[in-house]
């Protein structure tokens, strides 16, 4: 049974940092690329950030130069480094373990994903 655990959210101050983990058991993650969501309340499911199997990376514009994804296959282990948190990023952080090895051009659609987690919540204070 796969399971995908998400861990890290808080409450912090506008400017202030946070790193989510992703736990993934069941599944051999080095198949398959991962990625990050996001739904506040009210709004629509967002994705934030996507890592192929050979690591490269693709981040939604409003997150860019702030959000970092990296992974560890051995660990089963996905992080998000968020820095310089806004109001905005307040959300519900979800992780995702794609079908596929790659992201694909419509990684951020949520079409592609085949286990989820459960969420976690991180709320910026301005």
């Known amino acids: 049974q796969v399971q995908v655990v998400e861990s890290g959210g808080g409450l912090v101050q506008a400017g202030g940092s946070l790193r989510l983990s992703c736990e993934v058991s069941?599944?051999?993650?080095?198949?398959?690329?991962m990625a990050w969501f996001r739904q506040a309340p009210g709004l629509g499911r967002e994705g934030i950030s996507c890592?192929?199997?050979?690591?490269?990376?693709f981040y939604r514009d409003s997150v860019k130069g702030r959000f970092t994804i990296s992974r560890d296959d051995r660990k089963k282990i996905v992080w998000l480094q968020m820095s310089s948190l806004k109001p905005e990023d307040t959300a519900m952080y979800y992780c995702?373990?794609?079908?596929?090895?790659?992201?694909?051009?419509?990684?951020?659609?949520?079409?592609?994903?085949?286990?989820w987690g459960q969420g976690t919540q991180v709320t910026v204070s301005s």
């Open positions: 995702a373990v794609s079908r596929y090895d790659r992201c694909p051009g419509s990684w951020s659609s949520g079409d592609e994903y085949i286990y």
């Open positions: 069941g599944l051999a993650t080095y198949e398959h690329a």
């Open positions: 890592i192929s199997w050979h690591e490269w990376t």
